[in-house]
């Protein structure tokens, strides 16, 4: 699902989606989406990428939770060379965070209209 279909899901279950606000809650997020992923049935097509609860849509580079509250002031867990915005040549707008395989779990940016995996908490 695109980001604010997996968000709309979430909030209609009462839920949002995973929003790790220290290093424990990553750690567990990072082992969760772990193992969704040994299961064939999750691990379908070749996007193993699972939406988390930020986004700079509101601002570029102001990393908001989607509880408003910024990241700076709690936790971050971005990847090494992330947020890029797609690049360095900024190919694509990437205003939203996931986390996945390829990053080894830590936090990337990626455009809001992918269709990527997601779990509410």
Known sequence: MKKSEAKAH????????AMPLNL?????????????????EVRTGKNMQFWIGISDEQMEEHWMYDDES???????????????NGGPYGSSAE???AIGEKAEMKWTDVNCNLKLKFFCA
């Open 70 to 84: 910024p990241v700076s002031d709690k936790f971050s867990a971005w990847a090494t060379g992330q947020p890029d």
């Open 24 to 40: 424990e809650e990553q750690r567990f997020i990072e082992a969760f989406a772990r193992k969704k992923l040994e299961d064939p």
């Open 95 to 97: 205003n939203c965070g």
């Open 10 to 17: 979430c909030d209609g279950l009462g839920r949002t989606l």
